[in-house]
């Protein structure tokens, strides 16, 4: 039987948040994937975005802010077989895990980071994150933002990261097949998704919707230079779908095998390692 991943907590989202269409995406790409629930692990940090994971019945780590990729990782090194999701706001990703990022896409670690990309620290109620864009007057920055924003996509293609997309939270059907082809991407894979926030946000669904368009076959995610082009693209529109792929030969944590202990991930073992503890 096919699991549904449904449990019975209701999200503390506002109504009508398009956090409801990721986890909706992701949800699907779990079903297409005919995983099962204890063979998948969410982890995430802290904000609106890293509640996703209390919203699915499977494994959940919810840590702290801007530290689900160093957890996603440690899981990751003891127990290969599991597939490792991080889901994670902007704010919690790319400032305070900003340092993780660089990391991870260098260790080319074998998971997946949805990052739900609203361009503000929206549980705390709507102050700049990292990649508000210069100008922005928010509730602290009221007198517009000074920094210049991060490009994500652009920074993870110049650092060769292995698997780099952007999905929109308005097409969960898309959304849920670029899961996929993250998933089962071997090597770290990389997520941006636009997710507007109703309450706090600047832009909303319709001017995204003006703006998007999605890359079809005739584009090639294997050159690097069109990929820095397509990246780069922003105020006019704005590209979706997967920007750069590039199979790399060294993905944690296999390249690591003689330094990683199996007994690490035997349960018999951890148990009597625990009992030492008591
Ligand atoms: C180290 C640390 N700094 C600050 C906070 C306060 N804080 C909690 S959530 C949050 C913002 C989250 O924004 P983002 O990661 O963009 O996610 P969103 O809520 O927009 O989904 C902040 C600043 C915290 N919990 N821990
Ligand atoms: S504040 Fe924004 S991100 Fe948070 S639940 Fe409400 S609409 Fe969603």
Known sequence: MKESFDNKIKPAWCNGCTNFGILTAVKKAFIKLDLPANKIVLVSGIGQAAKLPHYLNCNVFN???GRALPVATGIKAV????????????????GEGGNHFLHTIRRNTNITSLVHNNQVYALTKGQASPTTELGTKT???????????????????????????????GNIEHLSDLIVEAINH????????????ITFGIRQVPYFKEKIYYLDKSYDPTDKYEAIKKAQEWEQKIPIGVLFKINKKNIFPEKEKNLIDENLFNKDVVEELINTFK
């Not at 127990?79 to 994670?88: A, H, K, R, Y």
């Not at 009221?142 to 292995?162: H, R, Y």
């Open 63 to 65: 840590g702290l802010h």
């Open 79 to 94: 127990n290969p077989q599991l597939t490792v999701v991080t889901t994670c706001g902007d704010g919690d990703f790319y």
């Open 139 to 169: 509730r602290l920055q009221f007198d517009g933002v000074k920094e210049e924003p991060l490009n994500p996509l652009l920074l993870a293609i110049t650092m060769n990261c292995s698997f780099v997309a952007r999905g929109f939270a």
């Open 186 to 197: 071997k090597g770290f894979s990389l997520i941006d998704i636009i997710q507007p926030c």
